[in-house]
């Protein structure tokens, strides 16, 4: 069963820093591209990056470039998000997704929240 489990969110000042970890389950970790978004009430979810299988950056939202970086660890089967210089724009609940065997899979969200 596939699984993927996002945490580390919670609330920070405007500037500060937060590290998300997606761990995961289920399928051939190593071998598919991960993607991180994130979802603001109201709105619709979010592309924010996509890590290749190798830990390279394939893509990333224009609006957490240069504040954002994006990493895993195929041992451990966890991708991660490192956010630095966070706004309050970037509050939101944050997703972990793969695209497996033509399925979407989502985690269940962990939420970030930028306030003073």
């Known amino acids: 069963q596939v699984q993927l489990v996002e945490s580390g969110g919670g609330l920070v000042q405007p500037g500060g820093s937060l590290r998300l970890s997606c761990t995961t389950a289920?399928?051939?970790?190593?071998?598919?591209?991960m993607t991180w978004y994130r979802q603001i009430p109201g709105k619709e979810r979010e592309f924010v990056a996509a890590?290749?299988?190798?830990?390279?950056?394939?893509r990333s939202a224009d609006s957490v470039k240069d504040r954002f970086t994006f990493s895993r660890d195929n041992a451990k089967r966890a991708v991660y998000l490192q956010m630095n210089s966070l706004k309050p724009e970037d509050t939101a609940l944050y997703y972990c997704?793969?695209?497996?065997?033509?399925?979407?899979?989502w985690g269940q969200g962990t939420q970030v929240t930028v306030s003073a």
């Open positions: 997704h793969a695209v497996i065997w033509g399925r979407d899979y």
């Open positions: 289920g399928f051939d970790f190593s071998s598919y591209v």
């Open positions: 890590i290749t299988r190798a830990g390279d950056t394939l």
